[in-house]
């Protein structure tokens, strides 16, 4: 059984940074593509970051520069580095995995992961 669990959300002031966790479980991890998406509220999903399973990333316009998604195949751990943070970044994060064996070039939207955690709140603070 496939399970994903966000850690390392929190409060942080305007240009303060954070580091999300993603534990994973239940599945071969390194043969998966994995995503970070936010939903602030009222909003749709939207997706931040996507590290496919050969290490490429790609990143949403509004975070380039700003976060880094990594991963550790070792610990079955994705990551989400998150600097330079504005208010505009608080939202609940969730990490997201699927192994249908793409290679993405843009930030594939939800309906592209069967796999998802239960999300972590980060509030920025101005």
């Known amino acids: 059984q496939v399970q994903l669990v966000e850690s390392g959300g929190g409060s942080v002031q305007a240009g303060g940074s954070l580091r999300l966790s993603c534990a994973a479980s239940?599945?071969?991890?390194?043969?998966?593509?994995m995503a970070w998406f936010r939903q602030a509220p009222g909003k749709e999903r939207e997706g931040v970051a996507v590290?496919?399973?050969?290490?490429?990333?790609v990143y949403a316009d509004s975070v380039k520069g700003r976060f880094t998604i990594s991963k550790d195949n070792a610990k079955n751990t994705l990551y989400l580095q998150m600097n330079t943070l504005n208010p505009e970044d608080t939202a609940i994060y969730y990490c997201?995995?699927?192994?249908?064996?793409?290679?993405?070039?843009?930030?594939?939207?939800?309906?592209?992961?069967?796999?998802w955690g239960q999300g972590t709140q980060v509030t920025v603070s101005s």
């Open positions: 997201a995995a699927d192994p249908r064996g793409r290679r993405w070039l843009v930030v594939p939207p939800v309906i592209y992961f069967g796999y």
């Open positions: 239940g599945y071969a991890y390194s043969n998966y593509y």
């Open positions: 590290i496919n399973s050969d290490g490429s990333t």
